[in-house]
């Protein structure tokens, strides 16, 4: 018998794993001040923008709606289909509780009902964009039409890409369940077609006006999703086309009513469906396959006999995680983002020779030292009693150190050598880039450690479907990156040009807080901090290129000095309380 | 000989009393069943003991050596608390050479006592495969080995045969028996009554972070003098707030 009021389920089902999202939040205050930002933040200053520029925008003449503007929608409607169908796969692949949630109400329920949990979760991120596009159209250009047509436009905008982004998830996950050939190439696969896709939306998005690229956004408008656009301006001074609102209302409608039923279609078949073994069918004879032993797992990474066994088993088991639980790796985004708007800029402002190797000298120091040692307690889950009565704090420091030494330092000097290589710089200059990027590596590593056993994470969060991953804190994250990321910059500065380095040092020690004591009203300080930067800028270049780069060597010496002995110090104290 | 001594040990957290001045001596080689009801303060005593949480107040001593000198007591006892302690990465024969190494045993003897444990346990078929697709008894068994791989003079045990089939549970018990029968001192926690009444020499019970009674079982169900209670029927009387404060 086919399942009575089956909508009403589903709507409550999404009600329940949206608000399940937001109580999750509450518990993560790093991620929860990261997710008022966008919806938060940015519609207040929409908003404050409004209000000061009422007046002029009001007497905004008339104008026809740029074409790519359509095309600048449609590029992102893109992104966040990938972006939803990669939350599908990796993480949302099935709802809490699944066998029974699925013996109580039906696959299509459970489908729809996590349809609507998305697109209230999407709908949450935007309602502050909605309320003041709304409001601005209503009461700065007095259209009533804009308080309905711009909630629909919206509405038909997320409602189609959730649609479309959980259709393509649940296909490629029933994909990777029947072929054997996906399932052994997944990463291989999906890596790069996730940078990809990760990168070509900033990068269209941040040139696509410009003359070199292939494709611009009027290209792009060619996509019925896009026309939505013309709808949302209805009542403003922007024509839109009257055609391309109903073709752009007509497709998204289509998209969401067969998006729905394949869904429904594709759940059914994946929940319902045993994944095909990925061995062969000797398999069958025998039911478990040893996996490969630790030391053939981490392949040529293996840790040389000179190290104490302890510090070895730990050094080891550190990029064994690593190898076979590549989604620790989740924290390593964050500086991978910073290096690569680094490129960007470098890329648009034509300058990138001259970026590339110190950018990759400072980033990749800090990506090595964040790879193994930034949540050394928590990593180790409920394994950290016995590792703390079974091995002293300095075999288990000097232990997750030693990968990032022995094999992260080579790796950052050799991708800067190899950087440099495009750079316009002097051969002596690329020799001392090398050698900077070594020595940023070391101090990253050794730094880490205590930074990670300072600001533990005990708590899972879920990547994928696993339970179990404890990415380091954001705050540690940060700090490591900033601990290495300015002083780093500095020191790669003076040995690109000293100049650099003595603006830089006279910008962030007298200009900036000049500035921002100016604006609190402290002019004495202000005062203060300018002559710093007279002070600064005032300095000899030979000699502020001579001892700047000894005195940050030797403070980041001490630093990671310290930081060594004060992570072994918090090991021997840690305390189960 | 005494294994594990404690005099007045306290913890406190805040206002709350955890673990009130404690004091008992435990002989080597015996097996000491150490129960009380949930939030007892048993985790606490147990954690005191190992060196994971420093005391308020009150000293112990762990094969001699002071529970305050981590150091010291590495060598001295082995732990297997309530949570089996595994990465689900690494297989079960990784876990215990991994936890092998980091004790620093030779690797030769420990593979070979590893080798020992796993076929003792009948964990050899399953030991290349990783923790994460093992049974929760198969996770026990893989734990109970890391705890006493390296042969310490006591092992503590917190909830040994929670999760195990009955076939495993025996063995489990036939392990703690021959640990004890070779010199080693057990310190077990668990709720599993039958268990404690089956393989312990002593049995104390903790109540409200006190020890409310220590004797043999035979001696607390009264076995001895013809009485005809069981250990339950003694834990139930002596943890019942009621009663107890009758008694008072």
Same mark, same amino acid.
């Given at each position: 018998?086919?399942?009575?009021?089956?909508?009403?389920?589903?709507?409550?089902?999404?009600?329940?794993?949206?608000?399940?999202?937001?109580?999750?939040?509450?518990?993560?205050?790093?991620?929860?001040?990261?997710?008022?930002?966008?919806?938060?933040?940015?519609?207040?200053?929409?908003?404050?923008?409004?209000?000061?520029?009422?007046?002029?925008?009001?007497?905004?003449?008339?104008?026809?709606?740029?074409?790519?503007?359509?095309?600048?929608?449609?590029?992102?409607?893109?992104?966040?289909?990938?972006?939803?169908?990669?939350?599908?796969?990796?993480?949302?692949?099935?709802?809490?509780?699944?066998?029974?949630?699925?013996?109580?109400?039906?696959?299509?329920?459970?489908?729809?009902?996590?349809?609507?949990?998305?697109?209230?979760?999407?709908?949450?991120?935007?309602?502050?964009?909605?309320?003041?596009?709304?409001?601005?159209?209503?009461?700065?250009?007095?259209?009533?039409?804009?308080?309905?047509?711009?909630?629909?436009?919206?509405?038909?905008?997320?409602?189609?890409?959730?649609?479309?982004?959980?259709?393509?998830?649940?296909?490629?996950?029933?994909?990777?369940?029947?072929?054997?050939?996906?399932?052994?190439?997944?990463?291989?696969?999906?890596?790069?077609?996730?940078?990809?896709?990760?990168?070509?939306?900033?990068?269209?998005?941040?040139?696509?006006?410009?003359?070199?690229?292939?494709?611009?956004?009027?290209?792009?408008?060619?996509?019925?999703?896009?026309?939505?656009?013309?709808?949302?301006?209805?009542?403003?001074?922007?024509?839109?086309?009257?055609?391309?609102?109903?073709?752009?209302?007509?497709?998204?409608?289509?998209?969401?009513?067969?998006?729905?039923?394949?869904?429904?279609?594709?759940?059914?078949?994946?929940?319902?469906?045993?994944?095909?073994?990925?061995?062969?069918?000797?398999?069958?004879?025998?039911?478990?396959?040893?996996?490969?032993?630790?030391?053939?797992?981490?392949?040529?990474?293996?840790?040389?006999?000179?190290?104490?066994?302890?510090?070895?088993?730990?050094?080891?088991?550190?990029?064994?995680?690593?190898?076979?639980?590549?989604?620790?790796?989740?924290?390593?985004?964050?500086?991978?983002?910073?290096?690569?708007?680094?490129?960007?800029?470098?890329?648009?402002?034509?300058?990138?020779?001259?970026?590339?190797?110190?950018?990759?000298?400072?980033?990749?120091?800090?990506?090595?030292?964040?790879?193994?040692?930034?949540?050394?307690?928590?990593?180790?889950?409920?394994?950290?009693?016995?590792?703390?009565?079974?091995?002293?704090?300095?075999?288990?420091?000097?232990?997750?150190?030693?990968?990032?030494?022995?094999?992260?330092?080579?790796?950052?000097?050799?991708?800067?050598?190899?950087?440099?290589?495009?750079?316009?710089?002097?051969?002596?200059?690329?020799?001392?880039?090398?050698?900077?990027?070594?020595?940023?590596?070391?101090?990253?590593?050794?730094?880490?450690?205590?930074?990670?056993?300072?600001?533990?994470?005990?708590?899972?969060?879920?990547?994928?479907?696993?339970?179990?991953?404890?990415?380091?804190?954001?705050?540690?994250?940060?700090?490591?990156?900033?601990?290495?990321?300015?002083?780093?910059?500095?020191?790669?500065?003076?040995?690109?040009?000293?100049?650099?380095?003595?603006?830089?040092?006279?910008?962030?020690?007298?200009?900036?807080?000049?500035?921002?004591?100016?604006?609190?009203?402290?002019?004495?300080?202000?005062?203060?901090?300018?002559?710093?930067?007279?002070?600064?800028?005032?300095?000899?270049?030979?000699?502020?290129?001579?001892?700047?780069?000894?005195?940050?060597?030797?403070?980041?010496?001490?630093?990671?000095?310290?930081?060594?002995?004060?992570?072994?110090?918090?090991?021997?104290?840690?305390?189960?309380? | 000989?005494?294994?594990?001594?404690?005099?007045?040990?306290?913890?406190?957290?805040?206002?709350?009393?955890?673990?009130?001045?404690?004091?008992?001596?435990?002989?080597?080689?015996?097996?000491?069943?150490?129960?009380?009801?949930?939030?007892?303060?048993?985790?606490?005593?147990?954690?005191?003991?190992?060196?994971?949480?420093?005391?308020?107040?009150?000293?112990?001593?762990?094969?001699?050596?002071?529970?305050?000198?981590?150091?010291?007591?590495?060598?001295?006892?082995?732990?297997?608390?309530?949570?089996?302690?595994?990465?689900?990465?690494?297989?079960?024969?990784?876990?215990?050479?991994?936890?092998?190494?980091?004790?620093?045993?030779?690797?030769?003897?420990?593979?070979?006592?590893?080798?020992?444990?796993?076929?003792?346990?009948?964990?050899?078929?399953?030991?290349?495969?990783?923790?994460?697709?093992?049974?929760?008894?198969?996770?026990?068994? #893989? !734990?109970?080995?890391?705890?006493? *791989?390296? =042969?310490?003079?006591? %092992?503590?045990? &917190?909830? +040994?045969? $929670?999760?195990?089939?009955?076939?495993?549970?025996?063995?489990?018990?036939?392990?703690?028996?021959?640990?004890?029968?070779?010199?080693?001192?057990?310190?077990?926690?668990?709720?599993?009554?039958?268990?404690?009444?089956? #393989? !312990?020499?002593?049995?104390?019970? *903790?109540? =409200?972070?006190?020890? %409310?009674?220590? &004797?043999? +079982?035979? $001696?607390?169900?009264?076995?001895?003098?013809?009485?005809?209670?069981?250990?339950?029927?003694?834990?139930?009387?002596?943890?019942?707030?009621?009663?107890?404060?009758?008694?008072?």
């Amino acid at each position: 018998m086919a399942e009575s009021g089956w909508l009403r389920h589903s709507a409550q089902i999404g009600w329940f794993e949206f608000r399940r999202s937001v109580r999750s939040l509450r518990g993560n205050k790093g991620r929860l001040l990261m997710q008022i930002a966008y919806p938060v933040v940015l519609p207040l200053i929409f908003a404050i923008l409004a209000i000061v520029f009422a007046g002029q925008l009001r007497s905004i003449e008339p104008f026809a709606l740029p074409d790519g503007a359509a095309g600048y929608v449609s590029i992102t409607w893109l992104f966040m289909v990938f972006m939803i169908a990669n939350r599908t796969v990796s993480q949302r692949d099935g709802i809490e509780s699944e066998p029974l949630m699925l013996t109580t109400v039906s696959s299509r329920t459970v489908a729809v009902g996590m349809v609507i949990a998305e697109l209230l979760r999407a709908l949450a991120n935007m309602t502050g964009l909605i309320l003041v596009a709304t409001g601005v159209s209503a009461l700065v250009f007095g259209s009533v039409a804009g308080l309905v047509v711009i909630p629909i436009a919206i509405f038909l905008l997320i409602g189609s890409l959730v649609v479309t982004g959980q259709a393509f998830g649940y296909a490629t996950l029933l994909s990777l369940h029947r072929s054997p050939f996906l399932r052994q190439h997944k990463l291989v696969i999906g890596i790069p077609l996730g940078l990809i896709a990760g990168s070509a939306y900033p990068l269209l998005v941040m040139s696509g006006s410009a003359d070199w690229m292939p494709v611009g956004f009027s290209d792009i408008a060619i996509f019925p999703v896009g026309w939505l656009v013309d709808l949302m301006v209805v009542g403003t001074p922007l024509v839109g086309s009257t055609s391309r609102m109903v073709g752009g209302l007509a497709f998204s409608g289509l998209i969401i009513a067969i998006g729905l039923p394949a869904i429904t279609r594709l759940t059914a078949e994946y929940w319902f469906d045993e994944p095909v073994s990925d061995d062969s069918d000797d398999a069958a004879v025998q039911p478990t396959t040893p996996a490969p032993d630790a030391r053939s797992s981490i392949g040529p990474l293996s840790v040389p006999t000179v190290f104490s066994q302890p510090t070895r088993r730990v050094a080891e088991w550190g990029l064994l995680r690593t190898v076979r639980e590549p989604k620790r790796l989740v924290h390593l985004l964050l500086p991978l983002i910073f290096g690569f708007q680094i490129v960007q800029f470098g890329f648009q402002s034509g300058s990138l020779g001259q970026i590339l190797a110190p950018a990759c000298a400072v980033t990749v120091a800090i990506l090595v030292g964040e790879i193994v040692a930034m949540n050394p307690l928590g990593d180790e889950g409920s394994m950290l009693s016995v590792t703390i009565l079974a091995v002293s704090g300095t075999k288990f420091v000097r232990g997750l150190l030693v990968p990032g030494l022995l094999y992260g330092v080579p790796v950052g000097m050799l991708l800067t050598g190899l950087t440099a290589v495009i750079s316009p710089y002097s051969i002596t200059t690329i020799l001392a880039l090398v050698v900077t990027a070594g020595v940023l590596t070391v101090f990253s590593v050794a730094i880490a450690p205590a930074i990670g056993m300072a600001l533990p994470r005990y708590s899972a969060i879920s990547v994928g479907r696993s339970q179990e991953v404890r990415p380091p804190r954001m705050s540690a994250i940060v700090l490591h990156a900033s601990a290495i990321g300015l002083p780093g910059s500095l020191l790669v500065a003076f040995v690109i040009d000293p100049e650099i380095a003595r603006t830089g040092l006279a910008i962030g020690f007298g200009m900036l807080p000049a500035l921002i004591t100016g604006l609190l009203g402290w002019d004495g300080g202000a005062s203060w901090f300018e002559g710093v930067a007279n002070t600064i800028e005032a300095l000899d270049l030979a000699t502020a290129g001579a001892v700047g780069p000894v005195a940050l060597v030797l403070g980041g010496l001490i630093a990671a000095l310290l930081s060594y002995h004060f992570a072994i110090e918090l090991f021997e104290s840690y305390e189960f309380n | 000989m005494t294994a594990i001594e404690t005099a007045a040990l306290t913890k406190r957290y805040g206002n709350t009393l955890a673990v009130n001045e404690l004091s008992f001596s435990i002989p080597s080689g015996v097996v000491y069943g150490f129960l009380g009801p949930n939030g007892a303060g048993k985790t606490t005593t147990m954690r005191m003991l190992t060196g994971l949480l420093e005391p308020t107040s009150g000293t112990g001593r762990v094969g001699g050596v002071p529970i305050t000198d981590r150091d010291g007591l590495r060598e001295q006892l082995g732990y297997l608390p309530e949570e089996p302690p595994l990465y689900d990465e690494a297989t079960g024969r990784e876990q215990l050479t991994y936890i092998a190494g980091l004790r620093d045993l030779p690797e030769r003897e420990s593979q070979e006592r590893i080798e020992e444990l796993l076929g003792v346990l009948d964990l050899t078929a399953d030991a290349d495969t990783r923790i994460a697709e093992y049974s929760k008894g198969m996770r026990q068994k #893989v !734990a109970y080995i890391q705890a006493v *791989l390296h =042969e310490p003079p006591v %092992v503590f045990l &917190d909830e +040994p045969t $929670s999760g195990l089939d009955p076939r495993a549970a025996r063995t489990l018990r036939e392990e703690i028996l021959g640990l004890a029968a070779r010199g080693t001192t057990v310190f077990l926690s668990t709720h599993i009554l039958p268990v404690v009444e089956e #393989v !312990a020499d002593t049995v104390g019970i *903790l109540y =409200e972070g006190e020890l %409310v009674a220590e &004797d043999s +079982p035979e $001696s607390l169900t009264g076995v001895e003098t013809d009485g005809d209670e069981s250990l339950e029927d003694v834990f139930l009387e002596l943890t019942d707030a009621d009663e107890v404060a009758m008694d008072g």
